[in-house]
């Protein structure tokens, strides 16, 4: 498997709190993405980065922020957590954006209380 | 927006049955991947199709690209239970990202 490391894998949470998810990625890739995963919904694409600083929104973005500062690192925040936010979240990265395939990571479960 | 439907949504077969599953746009793609996601795991890449009628096997897995590359299938042969788990199409999106249809989950029974 593709060197990308999801911390923490799981976390249980309050409303209302900050959390942040972290995606370590040892391979240089370009591309990086944050996806939900929600029982009917399949995989849903929060945010995704291009590069370093660039970054640009997914289909359900509202509610979180990313930054990737460094080429491997691409963090996901929920500024304040919501429960609609529990879910199974995944990163992944890929070497060229709609022609190389995608690697996940093992996830994070987020559960918000 | 671009939008990908899969059927079926849920698939049980006894094992050794064939199974197949479809993925259709509404727009022509550019290519297509799958994925297959086992349970409690993470989405792993299958295969990449990219010319009209395009036809690629992996062993007992016979992936078919649509001649108008509006739609795409997935075949498995002979199920076995290695094979459950939710199966994903993907096409590329503005050329940035990939969107993922809802999957379609096959069980085995034994």
């Known amino acids: 498997d593709a060197g990308i490391t999801q911390s923490p894998r799981h976390k249980v949470t309050e409303t209302g709190t900050p959390v942040t998810l972290r995606c370590h990625q040892t391979?240089?890739?370009?591309?990086m993405y944050w996806y939900r995963q929600d029982p009917g919904h399949g995989l849903r694409l929060i945010h995704y980065s291009y590069g370093v600083k660039d970054t640009d929104k997914g289909e359900v973005s509202d509610g979180y922020s990313v930054s990737r500062s460094k080429t491997e690192d691409f963090l996901l925040t929920l500024e304040s957590a919501t429960s609609s936010q529990t879910s199974v979240y995944f990163c992944?990265?890929?070497?060229?954006?709609?022609?190389?395939?995608?690697?996940f990571g093992d996830g994070t479960r987020l559960s918000i209380l | 927006g671009q939008q990908v439907m899969q059927i079926p949504q849920y698939q049980h077969v006894q094992e050794g049955e064939d199974f197949t599953t479809y993925c259709n746009s509404s727009?022509?793609?550019?290519?297509i991947q799958w994925y297959k996601q086992r349970p409690g795991g993470h989405p792993v890449f299958l295969i990449q199709?990219?010319?009209?009628?395009e036809v690629k096997k992996q062993k007992r897995l016979t992936f078919q690209f649509g001649e108008a590359k509006k739609n795409s299938s997935l075949h498995i042969t002979a199920t076995q239970t290695t094979d459950v788990g939710t199966y994903f199409c993907?096409?590329?999106?503005?050329?940035?990202?990939?969107?993922f249809g809802p999957g379609t989950r096959l069980s085995v029974l034994p």
């Open positions: 992944a990265i890929s070497a060229d954006s709609s022609n190389q395939p995608q690697h």
């Open positions: 727009t022509t793609l550019s290519n």
């Open positions: 993907a096409n590329p999106r503005g050329g940035q990202n990939f969107v």
């Open positions: 199709l990219v010319k009209s009628g």
């Open positions: 391979e240089n890739h370009r591309y």
